[in-house]
């Protein structure tokens, strides 16, 4: 039986490299995910009241130490892997050639893009990082 059918799906890739390691980190990133929104979601919507929170909030109570940056950051480290990855995987299923070469290449590049985004804006954001 095989691993599509057991469990769903894709199936480990037999050979090594980057696919599998690939394979390895959805799977992590998306458990990472889901305790990252999690935690997230209760911070900032049970912890904290919405209605008080502005951009002075995020400053000086979120974003006070180097542990919420830090939090926020891995978020958006799994976000972008796990997002970009799959589309890469849809990629992969539905086109070949240079077709394949030249959606994938500008899909890291845009990854890549708004990765360095968020963390210019996580590290250069003003306030006290203690």
Do not use: C, K
Not at 14 to 41: E, I, N, P
Not at 74 to 86: D, E, N, Q, R, T
Request: glycine letters at 10%.
């Amino acid at each position: 039986m095989s691993a599509v059918a057991r469990g769903g799906g894709r199936a480990r890739p037999q050979a090594g490299g980057f696919d599998l390691a690939v394979w390895y980190l959805m799977r992590l990133t998306g458990l990472g995910l889901f305790v990252l929104a999690l935690s997230h979601f209760l911070i900032t919507h049970v912890l904290y009241d919405p209605a008080q929170q502005t951009a002075h909030w995020i400053l000086s109570e979120r974003w006070a130490n180097i542990a919420g940056r830090t939090v926020d950051w891995l978020m958006l480290l799994f976000v972008v892997f796990h997002s970009f990855m799959g589309v890469r995987t849809v990629l992969f299923d539905y086109t070949s050639g240079g077709l394949r070469v030249v959606l994938t290449m500008t899909l890291y590049l845009v990854g890549f893009v708004l990765f360095a985004m968020g963390t210019i804006a996580l590290v250069s954001a003003p306030g006290v990082i203690a």
